[in-house]
T-cell receptor, first 111, second 116 residues
Framework: SQQGEEDPQALSIQEGENATMNCSYKTSINNLQWYRQNSGRGLVHLILIRSNEREKHSGRLRVTLDTSKKSSSLLITASRAADTASYFCATDTPNDYKLSFGAGTTVTVRA | GAGVSQSPSNKVTEKGKDVELRCDPISGHTALYWYRQSLGQGLEFLIYFQGNSAPDKSGLPSDRFSAERTGGSVSTLTIQRTQQEDSAVYLC??????????????FGDGTRLSIL
């Protein structure tokens, strides 16, 4: 079953704008990860945030985690056409290392 | 080094036939996962191998699905008597295992399976 749910399902922005997507989950987690998937390809790991962390940065990516609200957000700043992809959050729970993926947010960056 | 390799990249077969999908994980990765992704959907966990431990098969949708991992490396996912609802992209991933916490998973590009 899918624990994470991304919002919005789809997002279209102009190059240079920021893109924000959210992930909500149902049960307590160990870690939350964000992945990107380009069309016809496998998933690429972007960033992992642990349950005791609140914010993490990696290049143009900023991830926040609010365990009280059971939600996370992924911000992509100064978007580029190459950021066009689907973005998935994935969670794992204490004592179970399986990842549970959401249905993803499809981001289109217009040139 | 090489990433996760899956073969074939595409497979079209008739309903009722058996299919075998192959996954070559990254060398040194002891954890290996199989997922299924239907069109426009997220990933559905199928099975998980970790070292010499018994695999976690809790995600396999029916007894027509089975998987093995030989020598702790290459894995094959077998679907017997395929049905049209088996049509999907089958993704394999591998990761390091620390026993303490989850590690990022590295994915292959998947096998796109179409059942006619």
């Amino acid at each position: 079953s899918q624990q994470g749910e991304e919002d919005p399902q789809a997002l279209s922005i102009q190059e240079g704008e920021n893109a924000t997507m959210n992930c909500s989950y149902k049960t307590s987690i160990n870690n939350l990860q964000w992945y990107r998937q380009n069309s016809g390809r496998g998933l690429v790991h972007l960033i992992l945030i642990r349950s005791n962390e609140r914010e993490k940065h990696s290049g143009r990516l900023r991830v926040t985690l609010d365990t009280s609200k059971k939600s996370s957000s992924l911000l992509i700043t100064a978007s580029r056409a190459a950021d066009t992809a689907s973005y998935f959050c994935a969670t794992d729970t204490p004592n179970d290392y399986k990842l549970s993926f959401g249905a993803g947010t499809t981001v289109t960056v217009r040139a | 080094g090489a990433g996760v390799s899956q073969s074939p990249s595409n497979k079209v077969t008739e309903k009722g036939k058996d299919v075998e999908l192959r996954c070559d994980p990254i060398s040194g990765h002891t954890a290996l996962y199989w997922y299924r992704q239907s069109l426009g959907q997220g990933l559905e966990f199928l099975i998980y191998f970790q070292g010499n431990s018994a695999p976690d098969k809790s995600g396999l949708p029916s007894d027509r699905f089975s998987a093995e991992r030989t020598g702790g490396s290459v894995s094959t996912l077998t679907i017997q008597r395929t049905q049209q609802e088996d049509s999907a992209v089958y993704l394999c991933a591998s990761s390091l295992w620390t026993g303490l916490s989850n590690q990022p998973q590295h994915f292959g590009d998947g096998t796109r399976l179409s059942i006619l």
